[in-house]
């Protein structure tokens, strides 16, 4: 069965850094667009960053430019998100997507989602 398992999340304070994963099983990434995703109480979710993993290209919110990298291994089915500089409001749940037929300019259709990670940062 096709999942996508997002793990890395914490609790930290204002400045720190975080690096978020997302292990795939049953698709090859190397056929995908993969997507963070994130969404903040009373917030509705919001695109971070993407890859296309066939050949490498990504994408970030403005919000997050030069301070979020992410990067995929194909042999692991595994994409990372290295956050780094962290504020208070990258305070969210924080999701990793799967699709094939994804419009990235506009952060649509992604297929497949985790269950997300808590990333909390404190001031």
């Known amino acids: 069965e096709v999942q996508l398992v997002e793990s890395g999340g914490g609790l930290v304070q204002a400045g720190a850094s975080l690096r978020l994963s997302c292990a795939a099983s049953?698709?090859?990434?190397?056929?995908?667009?993969i997507g963070w995703f994130r969404q903040a109480p009373g917030k509705e979710r919001e695109g971070v960053s993407q890859?296309?993993?066939?050949?490498?290209?990504?994408y970030y919110a403005d919000s997050v430019k030069g301070r979020f990298t992410i990067s995929s291994d194909n042999a692991k089915n595994t994409v990372y998100l290295q956050m780094n500089s962290l504020k208070p409001e990258d305070t969210a749940v924080y999701y990793c997507a799967a699709g094939l037929y994804s419009i990235v300019s506009r952060w649509l259709g992604y297929d497949y989602w985790g269950q997300g990670t808590q990333v909390t940062v404190s001031s």
């Open positions: 890859i296309s993993s066939s050949d490498g290209r990504t």
């Open positions: 049953g698709f090859a990434f190397v056929d995908y667009t």
